[in-house]
């Protein structure tokens, strides 16, 4: 298989066994991926049939090669996230080359899922507990109409926001604590520490841009922040809030979460 890898409409795509899987030779393949997330139930494949990334992407590989793949992400977003560096990592014996992967799998997927990337990587990478760091962002619209082209992507939130105080309360957040107060319930973590090294708010026009870099995000931590920002921006609460919150673990003084669409992971570093 060392020409190029074409796929025609209607033509079955599963791939018979080469010498490198007789052999017995895995390789682990890394793929970099994006998805709008607004028609997903999710990153995670799922008991009743829901559309998830997991279960497209599965379901394009096991296509290519004839073998239902084991599927390692780096993190599991949430219904109506979206991607545009998730990374997951599974390994084949496959004889299509690791330059063709991409091609041969966007053949396959439906438009709101893509592949940017595949590399090879050894055997004992794992996307999940390999990953140094995560970013996100998450996108906050304060026009007074919302956006059409912008719907999908940011929360509308037509209210005055002051971005100096969010600024203050946000510094509060950088460095290692116990962010037990903006998890969800239901977490099953064994620790709610976590450290973020950047937890940066800028401005572009009307929006607000909050980029948040960390070694680990707990369940819709991300989005809990955000929403308690944004009481903050709004002057309905005092920036030492935040500290508050790290220091009693109270997730019922914290502000309420902010919608999934505005969220986005930007990347995985390893």
């Known amino acids: 298989m060392g ?10 795509t599963s791939i018979k066994a080469s010498s490198r899987e007789e052999a017995g030779k895995l390789v682990n393949v890394k793929l970099t991926i994006a998805y709008e997330g607004t028609e997903f139930s999710g990153y995670q494949r799922q008991g009743k049939g829901e559309r998830t990334v997991q279960g497209e992407l599965e379901k394009a590989i096991q296509r290519l ?37 991409p091609t041969a799998l966007n053949s396959c997927l439906p438009p709101d899922l893509i592949v940017w ?29 919302p956006d059409p082209f912008l719907r999908r992507f940011s929360y509308h939130y037509p209210r005055p926001l002051r971005v100096e105080p969010i600024r203050a309360a946000s510094a509060f957040l950088v460095g290692e604590h116990d962010f037990k107060g903006f998890s969800a319930a239901g977490s099953s973590v064994a620790t709610t520490v976590r450290r973020l090294d950047r937890v940066e708010v800028t401005e572009e026009g009307e ?58 992971l930007m990347a995985v570093e390893y």
Request: net charge positive; proline share 6%; hydrophobic share 35%.
């Open 117 to 145: 990337q595949a590399e090879e990587v050894p055997l004992s990478f794992h996307a999940r507990f390999g990953a140094k760091t995560k970013t996100y962002q998450y996108i906050v619209s304060r026009r007074q109409w």
């Open 65 to 101: 090669t004839g073998t239902a793949p084991k599927l390692i992400a780096a993190g599991r977003t949430d219904a109506g996230v979206h991607a545009k560096g998730q990374v997951v990592n599974f390994t084949t014996g496959s004889p299509i080359p690791i330059s063709r992967w």
């Open 3 to 12: 020409g190029d890898l074409k796929i025609k409409a209607g033509e079955s």
């Open 207 to 264: 929006e607000i841009c909050f980029t948040l870099t960390g070694n680990g995000f707990l369940y819709k931590m991300v989005r809990n922040i955000v929403g308690t920002l944004l009481l903050i921006g709004e002057g309905k609460a005092d920036p030492g809030l935040v500290r508050t919150i790290l220091t009693k673990g109270d997730r019922q003084a914290a502000g309420p979460t902010a919608p999934p669409h505005g969220l986005t």
